[in-house]
């Protein structure tokens, strides 16, 4: 079955840092791919997504690249505010194969003054 | 407010109690979820709607019962409260997979 696989954490930066987070996906066809947000005490929130390959999903300063060949959908950010400690859900969709929504673990990335 | 509401926002109760948990989307959205997050933030689908229509069920007691009255509506209804019920439940609806989800804020439920 589909899966969805990030790197652990918790991740602590300073701010202005640049942030990566890993994301690999495991799926027999061509899913979606979205990574979620959670403030703390709040649910979850689209950041950004990409439906094909090559696409790229923006927001916030938040990037990822839909990368076919190597399975991935890392998430980038140039330079991280305190603002932007949560946890991240790396998830896929992939509906022709009646493959419902898969989140990966999350990783909680606090961010230091 | 466009969204998906959940309420109660805190739920403590005793073991053995019956409890409910209601949730309403105002997006038309088709289909709505029930999804469970435990302690170390791990998402797992309960169930999922579409049309009022169960389309997913996965492996929970069947002590959890979920609830479409419509299409905007999914509540769900938990008899005989254990400890291990405890976590934070989320709602979610979804006009289509590939549009991704809008989640509620979450129901904390506390079973003591």
């Known amino acids: 079955g589909n899966s969805v696989t990030q790197m652990e954490g918790p991740v602590t930066l300073s701010e202005e840092a640049f942030l990566t987070i890993n994301c690999t996906y495991t799926?027999?066809?061509?899913?979606?791919l979205f990574w979620y947000v959670q403030y703390p005490g709040e649910g979850l929130q689209l950041l950004l997504k990409a439906t094909k390959a090559d696409d790229k999903g923006s927001n916030k300063g938040f990037e990822a690249t839909y990368r076919k060949e190597t399975t991935s959908f890392h998430l980038e950010k140039g330079s991280v505010q305190v603002s932007d400690s949560a946890v991240y859900f790396c998830?896929?969709?992939?509906?022709?194969?009646?493959?419902?929504?898969?989140f990966g673990p999350g990783t909680r990335l606090s961010v230091l003054p | 407010d466009t969204a998906v509401s959940q309420t109660p926002k805190y739920l403590v109760t005793q073991m053995g109690n019956d409890k409910s948990i209601k949730c309403e989307q105002n997006l038309g959205h088709d289909t709505m979820y029930w999804y469970k997050q435990d302690s170390k933030k791990f998402l797992k689908i309960m169930f999922s709607?579409?049309?009022?229509?169960?389309?997913i069920n996965e492996t929970v007691p069947n002590r959890f019962s979920p609830k479409s009255p419509d299409k905007a509506h999914l509540n769900l209804h938990i008899n005989s409260l254990e400890l291990g019920d405890s976590a934070v439940y989320f709602c979610?609806?979804?006009?289509?997979?590939?549009?991704?989800?809008?989640f509620g804020s979450g129901t904390r439920l506390t079973v003591v």
């Open positions: 979610a609806s979804s006009h289509g997979q590939n549009y991704g989800y809008t």
């Open positions: 998830a896929l969709s992939d509906p022709p194969r009646g493959q419902n929504f898969v």
């Open positions: 709607y579409n049309n009022k229509e169960l389309i």
């Open positions: 799926a027999t066809g061509y899913p979606s």
